[in-house]
């Protein structure tokens, strides 16, 4: 009888999950994340595609400073080449943040007239009320630049690094998407959301 108790919980309740597995390192403590979505071609299910990545925040300007970070793991489980790639851009943090939020920020300007506000299109942001409709108004450049930060790190499976310029509100929910190559460098962004 107990092994049927056993058998019925299970359907209805699920096997024990193991305890979760997580890498702690220099860069902070990251859980992993496993998920697998289906795959469909024709309408038809093909199989299953592996999502597995390691969450947590890292380090960022010293131990004080934290960030979000992502690190992808399906080509390799231990993630070494991610968290190298992670390691990389919190030894670099300083210099990759001024040069990421002036990538940001050039990118809203007006190239010809560099001194135009910048328009935002945020509903309620710079009224007392946040049902307002009404627009608000464009920024000084020198003001919107305060607004641009840092959101989220990711690094993916071949070594991009993806990262999430939070604009502080000023473009709703939109962020604006940064990514760079194994060298670091700057290869696109753009708003999204």
Known sequence: MANFGKKISELFFGKHESESVYVENELGKFKL??????????????????NNYYDGDAVWHGAESKICATVRCNDDPNAEKG?????????????????????????FIDKEHPEEPIEIWSAGYDSDSEDSDEEPDPMPPEEFKKHISIGFIGVEDDGT????????GLFTDHGFMIYLDEDGNITDGALWG
């Open 83 to 107: 968290f190298e790639r992670l390691a990389w851009a919190v030894e670099n943090s300083a210099e990759l943040e001024k040069r990421l939020i002036e990538y940001t920020f050039n990118d």
């Open 161 to 168: 690094i993806v990262i999430d310029m939070s604009l502080d």
């Open 33 to 50: 994340i496993e998920s697998k979505s289906a795959v469909y071609e024709n309408g038809k299910k093909k199989g299953f595609k592996s």
